[in-house]
Structure formats: C-alpha cells, structure tokens
C-alpha cells in the first residue's frame, strides 16, 4: 500500500478545466493530485528564422515553476537571471512530445507556444504538463480549423505522458513528490493513443537497474496512459 | 456609462479564494473583473544581511505575469534573462506597502515573501496583487501567532489599493485594461482601513491634469478601498 | 531649523552651466546644493520599432550614479551586469516627465536620448535630474529648429521636479539625504510651469499618512517648482 | 550498408589515449570514428554545500564543444554569455552517469568535477563523453588510493554510453552525424558491465515508433557497449 | 603642423582641479584637452580575499565612459549588461600603473578603488585616468597618514602616462580623437617621475612599424610625462 | 640555469601538427614546451555590419582555455555567464596580430574567424595562440586561393609572438609558467619575418623597470621569433 493508499497500478485523480484563459487560443489547467499546471496555447502568426518560407510551422514549448509551487519556496527563475537546466530539459522535451504527433505542413507557417506554469508540484509536473500541453493545443487547433486558416487539424494522435519508479523494489505508478524523492529509477513516459512511444527518459537515481523491472514500467505506464487520453478525450470534447 | 456597463464610481466584482496552496504559509487567488492573481506568502527564519542580529524581520515582494495572462504573449522574463523595469518598479511598490501596515519588531527576525504571480490580466494588476498579497500575510501572520512563534499579529491595520484614471475627462474607478490603456491620466492609490495614505502614484501619460481632478480621483479610490477591505476581512475571517 | 540651517519652504542653492558637453545636442551640469548631476540629450534620427513609420518621434531617459558620487562607495552597475530596480525606475520616471510636454508629433520620427549622470549625490537625485534634462532637451530642441529640421519647438510647457518630506511631523521642501533618509514621508512632484501636474509619487516609508499633510506638501513642492522654473528659464535663455 | 560502410550492428573505431593533461588528475583524449572528446577529472577537496559535513562525496560533469568542432562554426557559449539548453542537458547526464557507479561514501567529502570538451564532431558527442570520462574518473580514483587518500576504489562497475537510431526503418548502432540528423529515432543508452540499466533516452524526431524497435536498439546497445568497455578495460590498466 | 596647431612634441592643455568631491577620500577632475575625467579613490577597510590575513593592501580600478562623451552616442554599459573588453583592458590597465608605484605593505589590509569616468572624450582617455587617478590616489593616501591609519606614504614615485602615435609617418606626442582615429601606430606609456618604465603599450592599427619609430615615440613621452608630472605635483600641493 | 635547464636565449621545443580538425579551412595543434593550443580558421561569407558593402574583410579572434588547461582548476567562462577582462584582451590582441599582415581588401568581403583554445598552459599561451593562429590562417588562405574564390594571398608576411621577461635581474626568453609568475617584468613581442612591430606589450608587475632593460627583452624576443617563423614556415609547406 502507498503513503496516499493507492495500488501500485493506481493513478491519482485527474481533473482538467478548460478554457481557463481569457486571452490564449487554447488553455487547460490540469490537477493529477495535488500536481497543478496551467497550461495555455498561443498562436503566432510567425516562425523562427530557419522555418521563414518554407510553408512549415512549428511547435514550441516554455515551463516555470511559481515559487512556491514546492514546499520550500524555489528562487524565481526570472530573478535569478536565466532558466536553470532543468527547466531547459523540461521545456525541450515538452516541445518534441507535441511536436511528434503534429503534421507542421498542415499547421503552415506558424507558431504555437505551449506554456506549462506550475501552480503546484507533487511530482510528475512534467508529465502533467505534457499532458495539459496537449490540451490546449488541440483547442488552439480547432480554432485555426474553425476560423479556416487551415482546412484540418494538423494533430494526428492524442499524446500524454506519465511517471513511474521502482520503490522499494516494486514498480509504481504515477509517483507523488514523496515517492519521487526516494525512488530508486525515476522513468516518464510519452505514448500515443495507438500505444506509439515517442519518448522514454530512465535514470538510475542511486545504482542500475535491470531490462525487466523496465518492462514492469512500461506496462503500467500503458495502463496510466491509457486513462489520461480518455479524461483528454473529455476534455476535448467540451470545446 | 462604461464599456462594461459599471458607473464611474462602480469596482469590478471582487472574489477572492483563501487557502489555494497547499504549500505557502498563506495564500489567495484574488479576481477583480478579469484580473487574477495568485498570492502566496511563504516564511523563511532568516533575515536580509542588513537585518541580521537585529531582531527586526523584514516583508518583501516578487511580482510576475505568465507570459500568457495578457492579450498578446509576452516574453516571459526568466527566458529574457531579467526582470524588466515595470517588474521591479512593481515588486517595490508591493514590498513598500506591506510594510507600512506591518510592525517589524513584532514579527521578530524572520522574512516573510510575498508573491504575487498574475494568471489573467486585465488593468489593474499591482493595486490587486497588493490587495490579495495582504491576505496571503493575515494568514501567515495568523499562523506564527498560532504556532507562538510571535505572541501577537504584527499587522497593525487593513490596507488595499485601487487605480483610478481621467477618462475623457472623467474621474473613473478601478480601469480596466482598455481603459486604462486609452486614459490621460493614471493614478494608483494605496490606503489603511483608517483612510491613512500609504502611497500615491498619479501619472500623466499625455499631458499635465489639474488639482481638482486628482482630489476627485482621491475621493473614488476611498469609495473603493472600502469595499476592497470589506472583501479582504471577509476573506481573512475565514480562515 | 534644519540641519543646513534652511526654512521649512526654502529650496538649497540652484546653479545651472549649460553646453558643458562638447558633443551633445544639448547638455548642462545642473546643482541643487551638493546634488550634482550632468544631463545630456542626444538626437537620434531613428525611433524605437513600434514607432517606425509613424511620422512620431520619442523621448527616453537613462539614469546613472557615478560609484562614488555616494557616502560609501556604490558598486558600479555595469561591473553588476545590470541595472538595479531604482535606476530603472527613475529612468522612467524621467522620460514620461519629459515626454509629458513634449509634443511628440511635431518632433517627428526622431529619438532624443536624455542622460542623466549624477556626479555628487546628497538627496534629490532623481528630481535634480528631471529639472536638469528639462534643459538640455529644450536646448536640443533648438538646434533642430535652428537647423530648419523642424518649424517649431516641439515642447509646450517649462518642467521642472522637486521632492518634499515630513520629517519629525513637520512638511520640508527639498530635503537633503540626511533629512530624506529619516523622514516620514518621502514625495515627488512633477509640475508645469502652468501648475499642471504631471507626476506625484508619495511614500510612506514607515506609517501612513494623512490627506492634509499630503496637501501641505504639494503647496511647497509649487513654491520650489517656481523657483526652479525661474533658474530653468534663465538657463534657456542663456543659449 | 551504411554511408561509411560499416554494418548496422559496427562501431565505429576506438582509440583512447590517456594521462593526457599534465595536470588534471585523470584524463584521456578518446576518439569514436571522428567524434574526439577530450575528458579531465579534476579532484576538489570540498563538496557543494549541501553535502558539507556529511563525509560523503559528489561527482559532477561540465560538457562543451569548441566552436569549429562542428562542421558549421557554433557561437562559443562563454561569448553567447550562457550554456544552451542542450550543453545544460549533456553535463546533467554525464554527471549522473558516474555517479550511478561511484559510492559516494567511500570518496568520501571531495568532489571530482569531469570536464568533457568535444574537440571535433561526428555524432554521438554526449556518449563518447561518457565512455571517456569514465577512463578519466578511474585514473582520478586509482590517484586517491595509491596516496591513500582513500582506501579503496569507489567504483562500482565500468559503465559505457552508446548511441543507436532507426534510420530507414532499420535499426542502427552508433550513428554518425549524417546518420543521426537523418534518423526517425535517436536513443542513447548508458549501461554497466553487468547490464544494468544506468539510463535510457529515446526520442521520437519525427513520429511515434513501436516497443519492438526499441527493444532492437536496446540489443544493438548492448553489443556496442561491450566493445566499449573492452576498450576501457585496456586504457585503464595501461595506468 | 597638426589640425589644432600644435608641435610634434606639445602636449594639449592640462588642468587639474582637486577636491572636486564631498564624499571620496580623494578626487579630482582632470582636463588634457577635451578629454576630461573625474577620477575619486575610495578607501575600504577589507580587501579581496587572497589577501585576507596577509597585512597587504590592493589597489584596483574601475573605468566607464559616460554615454555621451564621444561624437556619436554609446551604448551605456549598465543597460548593456556587462562591461566591454576595452573598457576591462583599460580598468586592468589602471590598476597596475598604481600599483607598480604603491607598497602594498605599507598600505596594510585595505583597499583603494580608483574610479574614473570620462564626462568627455577626446583621445588619450585611458592615459588622462591613469595621470589623474595618481592624484587622487595620493589625496587618499594623505589622508590615511594625516589620521595616523598608516605610519607613511605607501607611494614610491610619481606616474603619469601619456599616447604617441605615428601620424603621415611622423611621431607625435598626445594624439586627440581625430590624430588617433588615423595614426597608423598607437602607443601608450605609463612612466614614473624618475623614468622608470611601467608598461608600455603599443600597436600597429595597420601594418607593422620600426624599432626607430619606437624609440622616436618613447622619447616623446618621456617629454610629455615630465609636463604632466609638474602638473601633478602642483596639484598634489594644493592639499 | 632556468628551472627546465634552459639557457636564457633559448625556446622552449616547438612542435606543430597541420590540418587537425576534420571541418575547419585551417587549423593547427602547437605546442610551445607544455603549452598547447589548438588554433582553428573558420571562413564565413559574411562580415560584421560596419563593413557590408565595402567589398572589404575582416579577421577576429576568439580564445579560450579548458578548465582544466592549468594547475588548479578555473572555473568555466560559458558556466559563469561572461568572458572574463584577459580573455577579451587576449582575443583583441590575437585579432589585431593578424589583421596587421593582411590585406583586407584582396580578403574580399568575407570573414575568417581563429579560435584558440588552450588544451595545456604552461605560460604563453596568448603569444602561443599568435603563432599558431597565423598557420590556421594561412591554411585558410591558401584554400582560398585553389578554390579560386581570390585570387592572391592576402597575407602580406609571416607573424608571431613570444614572451619575455626580467628573473631575478636576467632578461628571458619564452618564460614557462613558474617564471612567468615570479618574473619582475612581464613582456609580449608580436613581430613579422622582416623585424618589423607589430606589437609589444611590457608590464612592471611590481616596479618600473629601465629602457635598457627593455632594448634587451626586445633582442631575446628577435632570436625567438626567427625560430618561430621558420617552424611556421615548414608548417605551412606541408600543406
């Protein structure tokens, strides 16, 4: 049993409210537990410099932390000058994730920046993010399609991603903040609806591990992905 | 008659959520109209250099905006690499009248940081930040009284704070962002519950205005703060 | 009695040298007691971006102190690697000052960059400043009438900034840095020389403070608004 | 066959030369095909901050290109004034690399600090920094046990990185860079002598791919990862 | 002739006027020509730390020019963000002219910070600092006696420095901006009272020179640092 | 006798490796004793702003040393934010070295780009850096030339530089570290195959020193750059 009681294969509660913002084309604010980010969409009729006339757009992706998103206040990265290389690490990964399951030739020329703040963190903030970051994509889609600036969707797949670890020896689900901190591998995975993988990090925290207990992962990362895409689904489909 | 309907003399609807983290010592999500504003107060036992072995603590403020929170995206500062200008002016102002309620010697040397991070903006985003920033330091304070780690509340009054503008040559309450972005004449106002005057800010962006119409702006700004304090008691009596 | 054995509403001495700079378009090394500061305006015939093409120009300020125009040495911002939130904040107060009776469309699409270093600082800095850039503005603003690059003066009023205090419950004009950093209040006023308000910032550096000691500090802050004017005047017609 | 000839399951050649700097305390210059990465081990005798005191030990990485390593000249990051997102990733994974092998408490309170410099490029930067810093940290660890600065190695296990893609459909081991800037999937793994899992990073360029492509690379790796560690074997016993 | 009527060998006009601020322990303004700097020493009781504990002092210098000195405006360092090389060539610069004629034994455990801005540029600022950053070192340093801090002078000698430079073949002595733009060779010499050698400094700006325009250009200065050492002995009398 | 057993007229052993790096138009590995850097040419048909249009070249240079180039550790420049004041000296002086033997018209509007980076340090490696830079260049040039995209070479003669110094009252040549660092005067000589100047760079680290003394360095420093230049001959034969 779990500090929070769940089953090893049990992901926590997963709310998501769409249309949070006034102002993005997209947004959601997404809670897996006590994990909160808002997550919004921003259409810029512009790409980066090495896209300009080449009829292709681009998907692009920024994550912050408020400063007591966590539960000791973290240093505000704007005040502390630059974007530390987690952050850099987070953001990048968030970008290839949507990037993978979007058609840029239909997007055209040009951007969507996917904004990813955490209001709070219990773990998995960047798998939440991805998550949300889908959201609001596939909203600030749907306008573009809606106003006729594109004639389909350029999305060809729901696309989430979730946490396991080992802990204690036992391949978890979905890790909190507590579960996190002392497991023994920490691995996210980003999988499609048709059970594609589109991206694997594992990290041996503390010493190696074997091809086997990344199996067990995997396979519950299935299953959890599973469940974020049908609460996406929903979500979508409120739009 | 206003763009949204209000009277010249009319606030926005004001809610505000106590409690929101589940981290910080105290905070709020503060909503005037569209304007929205997380709050966090956080407590830290150690004090800035100068402040060291005096037994005195201090009060300080952060200020953000999600690059999303206005119509168009800004570029988020951690990403510029620093805090612009309006940022630190901001950040300043909120620390200066938080201060000005709070007597330091009671709160003994310890700091406690007051961020204010804008989900959604829409004029009037430093008077909100430091109306909500307020509750977010009643609780922490409540807390250190609580946990005796202080025998009684440093906080020695209410204190809330409005924008009024001259538009088109009327006195006006509490802009929004349309008007606040078309008006002559700019003014921000800090006040106690007792009517104290904390700070005043008034700018012309255009050109010079009279006495008279800041008196009137004046008298507005007191109708206003009275019903900001009103909401901010209601607020801290929850807790 | 003051310190300086000053009234409460007597300014300190006033000396203004003009066209101290070999290469600016207008310059002069203002002094209010031991405030020293040297103003320059240099003409730039490009505007910033969201200007370009609009047959309007722009005024824009920057502010520094020179390291050791303090008591104790000050680290040098360009060694710090940026500029601190009071510089800023100054900066933009000057230039929206300035631009206040600046008719933006008669400069047309120029910049005019004014400087404003401090050599000597003893209070009053940012207030000798604006008084200061006041000139060499209007004496920039001459020499491109005199060069027929433009028909007429493109200002429409005389500026000039002073600051007032309560020191000890009594309102001070002009306060020297001894006097500012022990008063109550701390206030600036920026006035035309038709009485117009352009700019009042007042702080409560400890406790707040009430409407008609605000008033009595305007009612100085005029008296030394005239007679810097007069020292304004003097020094335009100089040229 | 590939475009160099090699067979999908061939490494590139190996070559390691080591004791390479007179002054660093374990160095080696290795060299993948023509991906040459020079790598020190520098021995500090104190620890960052967090683990004064503790008598336990750290093992940190820094990583960077020269400029014309590249086959375009890449802007010199020192002169860019920050270290990208991707330099930021690169160290971060090096640095977690070794010290997935190291006991910390056995190197008790020092930190070695590996600095891996790419002096030339071909793909497969950030793994051959692995192999290579491995070798250095072995010499470093060898130094503090014959000055019996410690009593016993803190290694573990050798560990080795290597990269492998899906390129046209078929699976690759050790891309070069025209392989890699062309492959649907790039992967890299870091494993141990015994086979353990150290860490696995696998991406999706362009879209989704499938478990059983993965699991082909993972053997690819394997192979590739005992020839590398035959050839540390020899560059570590030649100390 | 030259294009402002002086000989070869004539220097422009000094002045030096001292005491010019109320706060640094020594100053002064120095004029050679048009180029003019405020140069202040700043004395303070700790010292960087490799020479905490050594009962040796230091002397170190820091270099700005103010935005509007030169013809056409530059950019202030401050809002670039960091100080450029030159002006970090020239600070280093400085600070080893002083320290070559300073016994850093006698000086004790302090340090004097030589600041000198250029309020107006013409040629030879770095040399003008150097020669005016003297005296307001030895005004410090006078005071360090005169209140008994320290025993004696820790000054060994007089040092001025002074520009040469090859101009249509001919060596001339004391280049202003528009010689130094067009030399072909620039030299700068730092030279003690009893024509000692601190750093010489020269460059061919487009091809190579001769060993005989050399020593045409050292004899120069050697003439003109005589005259910009009498200079500075008056001034240091005046005390 | 010096420490390596040196007489003090001779240099160090100089060894040269042509054409090292895979994509570079030029470059070397040269080691001067234990000092080795790598020197790279980068062409880029481009030029900085100033001299677009004007069918004429430039040649810059950047430099940098390994962190673990030296005894102890220094810190990494891209880790700490900024190029420190003897690195930017160092590029400034690298660039101006070269520039002074090339004809910058028959360059062509095109720019070659030399990046040192010191692998070893062990004293001179600014001087090191030169000399090997003029191979990398060199190399690049002749590229130039068989590519027929000019038709001669710009370069108007051979370049290089050494260090000398004053060791206990003795003029040396080519100083290695622990003389460099114990050296009363410490001088750099930039001279072309004809004895023509380029640049000297002399500094009194603790006292004046006499224009004998000077004349005696000049000589040492004649005998070394002949030995220079002939290596630099054969290198550049080899191509």
């Known amino acids: 049993m779990r500090t929070d009681g769940r089953e090893a294969d049990q992901m926590r509660p997963i709310h998501i409210q769409t249309a949070v913002s006034k102002h993005a084309e997209g947004s959601c604010l997404i809670q897996c537990g006590d994990t909160h980010v808002l997550c919004t969409a921003s259409i810029e009729e512009r790409v ?13 992706a920024e994550y912050g932390m408020l400063p007591r998103s966590t539960g000791d206040r973290s240093r505000r990265e704007a005040a502390a000058g630059k974007q530390g290389g ?83 020896g036992q391949p978890l689900l979905d890790l909190n903040y507590q579960e996190d901190s002392t497991a023994a591998v920490d691995a996210n995975f980003v999988l499609t609806e048709k059970g594609g993988i589109v991206e694997i990090q594992t990290t041996a925290e503390d010493k190696p591990f074997l091809e086997n207990q990344f199996t067990a992962m995997l396979e519950l990362a299935r299953k959890g992905i599973d469940q974020l895409i049908t609460a996406q689904r929903d979500a979508c489909a409120l739009d």
Chains 1, 2, 3, 4, 5, 6 share one sequence.
Do not use: M
Request: hydrophobic share 40%; with cysteine; net charge positive.
């Open 48 to 60: 980066p410099p090495w896209l300009r006339n080449t009829r292709r757009g681009w998907i692009t």
């Open 86 to 168: 987690r952050t850099q690490e987070i953001q990048r990964l968030i970008g290839r994730a949507l990037r993978s399951i979007t058609d840029l030739n239909i997007l055209g020329e040009r951007q969507i920046i996917l904004d990813c703040d955490v209001l709070q963190a219990d773990g998995g903030t960047r798998t939440t993010a991805i998550t949300g970051a889908y959201i609001a994509l596939h909203h600030a889609c749907g306008l573009l399609v809606k106003t006729r600036a594109i004639s389909r969707t350029p999305l060809t797949s729901f696309v989430a991603a979730v946490s396991c670890g080992i802990h204690q």
